[in-house]
């Protein structure tokens, strides 16, 4: 067999760059047909030159723009000193990550992982740990639930439980112990809480589903509940973490404090897989040397990274600036007015345009958009997602409004 690494002359166009991938890559992403090359801020550029404004920031894993220079420089300091150790030695970075994170959220320990999945997988095993050896839940019965139209990664347990076909369909057989309620249904939340209960999962917005925001109070009920039935509050903050919602932790928004909190994406401002558990003492403190771990969680590149990239979260004002662009955008888009709009609706920088059925689609708008030199994605049929990085400007915001005008 020929190992000539690249046998066909240099790809140059975006035809040829797409007609490679589509030879030798699994298909399982259906991406617009824009090949990008370079980041800055908001905005990215393609192959062939061409400047986008950034409407999605990589679902929120570059919340604090792209290549953000303070993160890039302790990335290359920490690459040339020290990269990985892995957890059988300790590194002079991951007590200064926990540190930092634990004084930023206020929790009381921290367990780092790389991406959201595995992130979402350590806090089912702690919360089924501490169910069975503190709450005494008898073996094998734990139970935990979720909500519909939940999206929490693509691993085997995380797509048994998920209630999107695409998501679960030809995957199984799925391993036991999830109940579904819908989202936003304190009520059917109690009525599924059993004694054999160790945990409620769910998202403070829902992102992939299209940014549904439960009814005010929803989440400040659920806390209620979970305390009072001594069950794990786990908020997965993946998406809606880190500023996106204009505040640091969506969970702020309904004043509660969860008992596991997932982040991941924006921890690293975009540079590098870094995801983390932060936890209260109790849950936490049920794991014992050899029970969890990760080859690459909690390696000194990862903790340098998301230390700058929580640093110039906080110190260049990117949470505020969030809540306030939120309204702004909002605003904007309720302004266009446009009839093949259903409904505006968001928090923070994270806002949906939903379409009327009859409009044929959110794609074929995206694509529109993309012509016009603004990048979003179409969340399942009909829902515009709008998540620009959260350093984007009102000026910034109103060249991004006049395309939406314009293909709306
Ligand atoms: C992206 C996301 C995940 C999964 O993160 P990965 O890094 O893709 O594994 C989990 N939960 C939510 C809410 C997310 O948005």
């Not at 066909?8 to 030879?23: G, K, Q, R, V, Y």
């Not at 679902?59 to 059988?88: D, F």
Request: proline share 5%; charged share 20%.
């Amino acid at each position: 067999m020929d190992r000539m690494i690249s046998p066909n002359p240099h790809p140059a166009s975006t035809a040829e760059f797409i007609a490679l991938e589509e030879l030798y890559g699994a298909s399982n992403y259906k991406p617009l047909d824009v090949v990008l090359t370079r980041g800055e801020g908001v905005y990215v550029w393609d192959v062939e030159g061409k400047r986008y404004l950034d409407c999605l920031s990589s679902y929120s894993a570059v919340n604090q723009g792209h290549c953000h220079p303070k993160i890039l420089a302790a990335m290359q300091a920490q690459a040339a000193k020290l990269t990985i150790t892995s957890r059988a030695f300790r590194n002079d970075q991951l007590p200064l990550f926990y540190e930092e994170l634990c004084a930023l959220t206020h929790s009381h320990k921290v367990l780092p992982m790389n991406s959201g999945a595995e992130a979402v997988e350590t806090a089912l095993k702690v919360s089924r740990k501490w169910g069975y050896e503190v709450k005494n839940v008898p073996a094998d019965r734990a139970e935990i639930v979720v909500c519909g139209d939940n999206f929490h990664g693509r691993t085997l347990a995380i797509v048994g439980f998920s209630t999107d076909p695409d998501s679960r369909q030809s995957f199984g057989p799925f391993g036991p112990g999830f109940k579904v309620v819908p989202f936003g249904d304190a009520a059917a939340l109690e009525q599924a809480i059993t004694p054999n209960t160790v945990a409620f999962l769910v998202e403070p917005i829902q992102g992939e589903a299209g940014v549904i925001i439960p009814p005010a109070g929803y989440l400040k009920k659920a806390r209620e509940l979970c305390t009072r039935h001594r069950v794990v509050l786990i908020l997965d903050e993946i998406q809606t973490g880190l500023g996106r919602t204009g505040k640091l932790l969506a969970e702020e928004h309904e004043g509660i404090e969860a008992d596991l909190t997932l982040i991941g994406k924006a921890l690293s401002g975009g540079f590098y897989p870094v995801s983390a558990v932060l936890s209260n003492k109790e849950v936490m403190d049920v794991l014992h040397p050899g029970q969890h771990g990760s080859t690459f969680g909690g390696n000194p590149l990862a903790c340098a990274v998301a230390r700058a990239a929580l640093r110039v979260l906080t110190e260049e004002g990117m949470i505020e600036n969030a809540a306030k662009m939120g309204e702004y955008l909002k605003a904007g888009l309720r302004d266009i007015n446009a009839s093949r709009v259903k409904e505006i609706r968001g928090r923070g920088l994270m806002v949906a345009v939903e379409l009327h059925p009859d409009a044929g689609g959110a794609r074929k708008y995206c694509e529109a958009l993309k012509d016009r030199g603004i990048l979003c994605k179409e969340t399942h049929t009909n829902t515009l997602r709008i998540m620009p990085p959260l350093i984007v400007t009102q000026a910034q915001l109103d060249e991004a409004l006049a395309e939406f005008r314009a293909v709306l």
